[in-house]
């Protein structure tokens, strides 16, 4: 099964029709769900994709939805956002998913968003910090990850016990890096600190060195970096070839996954601090401890790589919220799965998961509040950040 999903991550051209209707009956409930599969991100999107197909194998092993199974339609945006939007289109025009997950990352989510309103599909965002996501006046969104503003918040709590009294930022020059650039430079504001130099790499760049060398140059004590776990191995190493030390080197986003970074930037993170949403060196700490183990003994069963549990629970946990809203709706229609999405209730691997209006009266989307841990590389090891 897992292979054949593998197989329609090939995009088709899709036809610019007109749907009235997104009501079917059918022997599966079709989810829709565009990852990066290839290009620049591709290992992240992968991680997504598996943890989702987890989820679905659990759900459909414990009764299905409604008494049918759930089959997961894949589409791959390429790490691009023009292909994100095709991808979109292809699911709902083509494959004729009545609800979909997606994109991972804020500039391919962005890029889908219009496709929602114009064929009235809801989307469940897995991974995105971008807080216009949220906020442009979608309606079809519903957003289980948190924003950058969130996030940022959530960590405030650590800036005066790591002694933190001026930083320097480097983003990847996105959605998600630049609004994240801001929300840092916002809770260091209001903690009176100071905010040293802000400075952006390409999402496909791959010698960061000149960035590298000026904050080298800084005297902030701090480093907060954010971008996928790709391009942060080349910018730790990099970073450890030129000599730069900071007290705290510290990235957001929750794309990071440590144990990658262990095996393959060695020695360049040992001291760095990650805010990671999934905690799974540590399933005690998750809101459901216990959907928690079972998610890592699984992940572990089907011999998937363990650098991908930080990213892969966000598609185990975007399915669930999918499939409790088709059991709310009583069928397997657009309309009633987007007005069921307000009412589910279900605690996610990293906390609860339920919908806050957020954006323009009447043209809400759903946001919900995810937890977040800090975690710390040393001698090898993962450990809490309490």
């Known amino acids: 099964m897992y292979k054949k999903f593998i197989r329609n991550t090939l995009l088709a051209s899709c036809l610019g029709l007109g749907v009235a209707s997104f009501a079917y009956a059918q022997e599966t409930i079709k989810i829709g769900i565009i990852q990066p599969l290839t290009g620049s991100v591709a290992a992240s999107g992968n991680f997504v994709l598996n ?12 009764g299905g939805v409604l008494d049918k199974k759930l ?26 998913v009545p609800v979909m997950i997606g994109s991972w990352g804020s500039t391919f989510t962005l890029a889908t968003l219009p496709k929602l309103m114009e064929y009235k599909i809801p989307m469940v965002v897995e991974t995105a910090g971008a807080d216009k996501i949220t906020t442009s006046g979608n309606p079809y969104v519903f957003r289980i990850s948190p924003t950058n503003d969130m996030e940022a918040t959530s960590f405030s709590r650590h800036i005066e016990p790591l002694g933190i009294k001026k930083a320097d930022i480097l983003v990847v020059n996105n959605d998600w890096g630049l609004g994240s650039a801001d929300s840092v430079k ?33 005297d902030a004590d701090s480093l907060f970096i954010v971008t996928a776990v790709e391009q942060l191995t080349l910018v730790l190493k990099q970073a450890e070839g030129l000599g730069l030390k900071k007290e705290n080197i510290i990235t957001l986003g ?7 970074l262990i095996a393959h930037a060695g020695g360049a993170a040992e001291g760095t601090m990650h805010n990671v949403m999934f905690a799974p060196w540590f399933p005690e700490a998750s809101a459901d401890p216990e959907k928690a183990k079972f998610f890592v003994e699984e992940w572990n069963k089907r011999g998937l790589e363990k650098a991908g549990l930080t990213e892969s629970f966000r598609g185990f946990d975007a399915v669930r919220t999918v499939a409790a809203a088709i059991e709310k709706a009583g069928e397997v229609d657009s ?26 009266e009447g043209r809400e989307s759903g946001q919900s509040y995810p937890n977040t841990f800090l975690v710390r590389i040393q001698d090898g090891e993962i450990s809490l950040v309490e």
């Open 51 to 62: 943890g989702a197909q987890i989820a679905v194998d659990y759900i459909n092993n414990n």
């Open 71 to 96: 089959e997961l339609v894949v589409a791959d945006n390429k790490s691009n956002p023009t292909e994100s939007a095709n991808a979109a289109e292809k699911l709902i025009v083509r494959d004729k």
């Open 186 to 218: 916002r809770i260091l504001k209001e903690k009176g600190l100071e905010v040293g130099k802000v400075l952006t790499m390409d999402h496909n760049a791959q010698d960061m060195s000149s960035q590298l060398s000026e904050i080298r140059g800084s």
């Open 254 to 260: 929750g794309s990071q996954s440590p144990d990658q």
């Open 335 to 360: 309309d009633k799965i987007r007005d069921a999405l307000w009412e589910v209730e279900l605690t996610g691997l990293n906390g609860p998961i339920a919908f806050r209006k957020s954006g323009p």
